[in-house]
């Protein structure tokens, strides 16, 4: 995907239910953002902090989706692991996370590492980020190897 070009719509079944991207994004921002991996000490924590300040990307008309090619019951124990870890999260975890056992989606989005892209039982999903604007378009896109972690505040103030 290249900035400005349009996200593909998709169907995806997440911790909070089945989604259609454009109709669940609405007019909204989105930061979509893909992890390697469940249960991972650098994905746990990046998920808490931004479950954490998630008020502030709502105040700017932003909804956070996360991606990670596990299964949805490892997304939920995973979850419960987030909160548990980060207990300074209000309420019910406030953003869903994508499961996408079978790689299709992080095939069609671009989050697959190159070096691991031909063998889809091993294939890895790098660290990406997406600013999606409400007409669909990419408008940023941030790729990390899949042993760095990101930077929440970073991304807030993008």
Same mark, same amino acid.
């Given at each position: 995907?290249r900035?400005?070009?349009?996200?593909?719509?998709?169907?995806a079944?997440?911790?909070?239910?089945?989604? +259609?991207f454009?109709?669940?994004q609405?007019?909204?921002?989105?930061?979509?953002?893909?992890?390697?991996?469940?249960?991972?000490?650098?994905?746990?924590?990046?998920?808490?902090?931004?479950?954490?300040?998630?008020?502030?990307?709502k105040?700017?008309?932003?909804?956070?989706?996360?991606?990670?090619?596990?299964?949805?019951?490892?997304?939920?124990?995973?979850?419960?692991?987030?909160?548990?870890?980060?207990?300074?999260?209000?309420?019910?975890?406030?953003?869903?996370?994508?499961?996408?056992?079978?790689?299709?989606?992080?095939?069609?989005?671009?989050?697959?590492?190159?070096?691991?892209?031909?063998?889809?039982?091993?294939?890895?999903?790098?660290?990406?980020?997406?600013?999606?604007?409400p007409?669909?378009?990419?408008?940023?896109?941030?790729?990390y190897?899949?042993?760095?972690?990101? +930077?929440?505040?970073?991304?807030?103030?993008?």
């Amino acid at each position: 995907m290249r900035i400005n070009s349009i996200v593909p719509n998709f169907e995806a079944d997440t911790t909070q239910g089945q989604i +259609n991207f454009y109709d669940w994004q609405g007019d909204s921002w989105v930061v979509l953002f893909s992890h390697p991996a469940d249960f991972t000490p650098v994905c746990t924590t990046e998920l808490g902090r931004l479950a954490v300040h998630q008020p502030h990307f709502k105040r700017r008309n932003t909804k956070l989706l996360a991606h990670s090619v596990d299964k949805l019951q490892d997304h939920v124990d995973w979850v419960n692991d987030i909160k548990s870890y980060c207990q300074d999260i209000p309420g019910a975890f406030p953003y869903p996370i994508i499961a996408d056992h079978d790689r299709t989606l992080a095939v069609k989005l671009d989050m697959i590492d190159e070096i691991s892209k031909d063998d889809p039982e091993q294939a890895l999903t790098v660290r990406a980020l997406y600013i999606i604007s409400p007409d669909h378009r990419l408008r940023l896109s941030m790729h990390y190897p899949t042993s760095t972690g990101r +930077n929440v505040d970073q991304v807030k103030k993008l």
